[in-house]
């Protein structure tokens, strides 16, 4: 029998929660359906339980910077197994509320897999849905290595499950996912390392703020190793060995787990999209600008799965998902707008980002000057004995307005906001120098940052 819908939501994160209430609320019938619990990657398994390890690891790193200065630690320690036990509390009560929201708004659901059958048809299980349209919001995974003994890898999933720390990890791949978990893992004891297969680790931050995150990462005893491409990975007897190519030619590493931590993938593989004849490319679902499929336009695609070039991050897919209600409520209506998404690697000290680099600034033909200064000697670093620490501003050169901020140091994810608001405002530097800022904060160095060359702080001049 074929169950009729108005909207049929493939995915249950916050895309997929978001669109699926607000279209219920509207009058629609809608339909949800998810293979995995109800609540996504970013309540389940990415944000909200990493956080939890982040911010525990970050206590402890706290208490040994300030050891001999008013602290006595003692014998802090990560107890791993009672730390796992907090972490559940936030992520085992999600399916079951996320269930009850639905049922309380009256959206049916259903659990397994979906695939089309048609443009606006699909089958779970038993059951074939008939839609007027479909959302496509499945997120992501870990993107295929296509080595020797891929099936020894660990995901990060894993990883946020494990009852023990094992004493040896490496992890494969240089993105926020390795820095972050690695971060977690060595100040929990374990031996860590990150092996990079380019030149430089976390590509899409500053290289200048990087190389001193990198140095923070080496000082608490993880080994980041870069140019080091890992081409196959093999089991030997209790512990697994990974080969890899480098500058002095193969090497071998071994370790207790190995935990993917490169690029991951929009999750389309088993939908069977051709039989919907929705268009897929690298990126994901090939959508126009309402996020709507360029081939069906009964399909809609929101979050990491749709190919609009955004970074893959909860407060965008959130943001699409409104966007994709709006279009599906009233018509094509609306746009998504990417201005300027910020971003952070939960490491410590954090590293945060907003906005153009030097190397997109010049690539856009931006003229612009560059306020760039080690800051771990301001009070706001040295009353924490925060050893690395600076900013990166990035001022046009006629308007004064902020073109891009990178941020390294204790207060950067939340600084890096306030950074944010200003490029989506388009305030020059003279408006946030006026402003006043609680103090002392993070955010009352925010005037420092954006000083004049009349100051004494290191000034690059950049132009196209």
Not at 155 to 163: A, G, H
Not at 172 to 195: C, D, K, M, P, T
Not at 395 to 414: F, V, Y
Request: hydrophobic content about 40%; overall charge negative.
């Amino acid at each position: 029998m074929t169950i009729n819908f108005d909207l049929i939501v493939i995915g249950t994160g916050v895309a997929g929660s978001t669109v699926a209430k607000q279209c219920r609320a509207a009058g629609w019938d809608v339909a949800i359906i998810d293979s995995l619990p109800f609540g996504g990657t970013c309540a389940l398994r990415g944000c909200t339980p990493k956080k939890v390890l982040v911010d525990a690891a970050a206590l402890l790193d706290w208490n040994h910077r300030m050891q001999g200065k008013g602290i006595d630690y003692q014998n802090i320690r990560i107890d791993w197994q009672a730390l796992m036990r907090f972490k559940r509390t936030f992520t085992e009560p999600v399916p079951q509320k996320r269930e009850q929201q639905y049922a309380d708004a009256g959206i049916a659901m259903f659990h397994g897999r979906a695939r089309f059958v048609d443009e606006t048809t699909v089958q779970v299980n038993e059951d074939t849905l008939q839609g007027r349209y479909v959302l496509i919001a499945t997120g992501s995974k870990p993107l295929k290595l296509k080595i020797p003994g891929e099936e020894y890898l660990s995901t990060s999933d894993q990883f946020l499950e494990l009852e023990q720390l094992p004493q040896r990890i490496i992890f494969v791949g240089g993105g926020y996912i390795s820095f972050e978990l690695a971060h977690v893992s060595a100040r929990a004891g374990a031996n860590v390392q990150i092996l990079h297969e380019g030149e430089q680790p976390l590509e899409h931050f500053d290289p200048d703020l990087v190389n001193q995150l990198v140095q923070a990462t080496r000082d608490i005893g993880i080994n980041v190793r870069v140019n080091t491409k890992v081409k196959a990975i093999e089991k030997d007897s209790d512990h697994l060995i990974v080969r890899a190519s480098t500058p002095d030619g193969e090497q071998t590493f071994e370790a207790d787990l190995v935990v993917h931590g490169a690029s991951r993938m929009p999750d389309l593989d088993d939908l069977d999209l051709e039989k919907a004849g929705v268009k897929r490319e690298k990126k994901g679902v090939s959508v126009n600008e309402y996020l709507q499929s360029v081939s069906n336009p009964a399909v809609y695609a929101a979050g990491d799965v749709a190919a609009t070039g955004a970074p893959q991050l909860t407060p965008v897919a959130n943001m699409e998902a409104e966007v994709v209600a709006n279009n599906l409520l009233k018509g094509d209506c609306q746009k998504p707008d990417y201005t300027e998404v910020p971003s952070v690697v939960f490491t410590t000290p954090a590293l945060a980002m907003v906005g153009h680099t030097e190397e997109t600034a010049r690539g856009k033909g931006l003229k612009f000057r560059t306020n760039h200064q080690d800051t771990s000697s301001w009070h706001s670093s040295s009353q924490v004995n925060m050893k690395y620490s600076s900013f990166k501003v990035l001022i046009e050169e006629d308007s004064d307005r902020i073109l891009g901020a990178h941020l390294l140091g204790s207060d950067a994810k939340e600084v890096i906001n306030v950074f944010a608001i200003a490029i989506r405002s388009g305030f020059s530097t003279d408006e946030l120098k006026k402003m006043i800022f609680a103090y002392p904060t993070g955010a009352s160095d925010i005037s420092k940052m954006v000083y004049s060359i009349s100051h004494t702080y290191e000034v690059q001049y950049c132009s196209s």
